[in-house]
């Protein structure tokens, strides 16, 4: 989606950039925007589970599971 808009818009993106890196086989850029986007990945993971633990009172941060 990313890589579409960037074209359509002609916005300078990481969409653009890693697609532009991959048909000219630059190794450096690649690995980089992967990185970036692992980094994006984590983030918002780690953000949504925060806000997930917040909204939901039955979520409760901090204990393990108890079995009987």
């Known amino acids: 989606g990313a ?3 960037e074209t ?3 916005w300078p993106g990481l969409g ?3 697609y532009q890196a991959v048909n ?3 190794t450096p ?3 980089g925007s992967v990185v970036i986007y692992a980094y994006l990945l984590a983030i ?3 953000l949504l ?3 997930y633990a917040l909204l939901d009172p039955r979520v409760k941060v901090g204990e393990g ?3 009987a």
């Open 16 to 18: 653009r950039l890693l």
């Open 24 to 26: 000219v086989y630059d």
């Open 8 to 10: 359509v818009f002609n």
């Open 65 to 67: 599971s108890k079995t």
């Open 3 to 5: 890589i579409v808009l």
């Open 29 to 31: 850029v690649i690995v």
């Open 44 to 46: 918002t993971v780690f």
């Open 49 to 51: 589970d925060i806000i």
